[in-house]
């Protein structure tokens, strides 16, 4: 079956710019996660969605990043004022309930911020 | 805050050779552990995870990781190395203390020579 995709796989923007990213989970999973990955670095996480609701935001570094899921599939990170610093590559997992369940990532958007 | 610990940022075997990542992590509550692959331009892919029981679990493509409490660790080891294998290696943690969500250590690139 289809796992989780991203688009786009990457996307360049200049500083100051806002930028969209999608992730489509895998049908029937209710929880979504959203994770910044830098260079040389393990992933860090951002956002959780159990459903439509973010149950857990803490990971959002400030009130530039936004993400929703307005109908408890598919989730949007928003990127107000690109800095040069937001350059990574955003992983999106789900899984299909329970933190334990295992989590399934997609590919990644590569965001580069010139 | 918690965290989690990889030691050596790379890894290089021979070949047959047997495979060892190392990770610890810190916290007084046993978490749920979790190694990750990544092959190069490709999503996290879970090899193995323990979240209750037998403290050995067996993954996938010959790997296995063993919990040790006394140790706050759960290293990942292959008896017999494969070109195959290499890859970036994530060592991740989740549970009460991590806030329920997953920390990832910084990863560990294994080199496999022929």
């Known amino acids: 079956g289809a796992g989780v995709s991203q688009t786009p796989s990457n996307k360049v923007t200049e500083k100051g710019k806002y930028v969209e990213l999608r992730c489509d989970p895998i049908?029937?999973?209710?929880?979504l996660y959203w994770y910044r990955q830098s260079l040389g670095q393990g992933p860090e996480f951002l956002i959780y969605?159990?459903?439509?609701?973010?149950?857990?935001d803490s990971g959002l570094p400030n009130d530039r990043f936004f993400a929703v899921r307005p109908e408890g599939s598919v989730s949007t990170l928003k990127i107000q004022r690109t800095e040069r610093g937001d350059s990574a590559v955003y992983l999106c997992?789900?899984?299909?309930?329970?933190?334990?369940?295992?989590?399934?990532f997609g590919p990644g958007t590569r965001l580069t911020v010139l | 805050a918690q965290s989690v610990t990889q030691l050596g940022s790379h890894v290089s075997v021979s070949e047959g050779a047997l495979v060892l990542l190392r990770c610890n992590y810190s916290?007084?509550?046993?978490?749920?552990l979790f190694w990750y692959v990544q092959y190069p331009n490709q999503g996290l892919q879970l090899l193995l995870k323990?979240?209750?029981?037998?403290?050995l679990v067996k993954g996938i493509n010959g790997f296995e990781a063993e919990f040790k409490k006394s140790e706050t660790s759960f290293h990942l080891t292959k008896p017999s190395a494969h070109m195959s294998d290499a890859a970036e290696y994530f060592c991740?943690?989740?549970?009460?203390?991590?806030?329920?969500?997953?920390?990832f250590g910084a990863g560990t690139i294994l080199r496999v020579k022929s």
């Open positions: 997992a789900s899984s299909l309930i329970h933190l334990t369940d295992t989590q399934y």
């Open positions: 049908s029937g999973h209710t929880a």
């Open positions: 969605f159990q459903g439509t609701g973010a149950a857990d």
């Open positions: 916290s007084s509550v046993p978490p749920y």
């Open positions: 323990y979240t209750t029981g037998a403290t």
């Open positions: 991740a943690v989740s549970g009460m203390e991590y806030g329920n969500k997953l920390v």
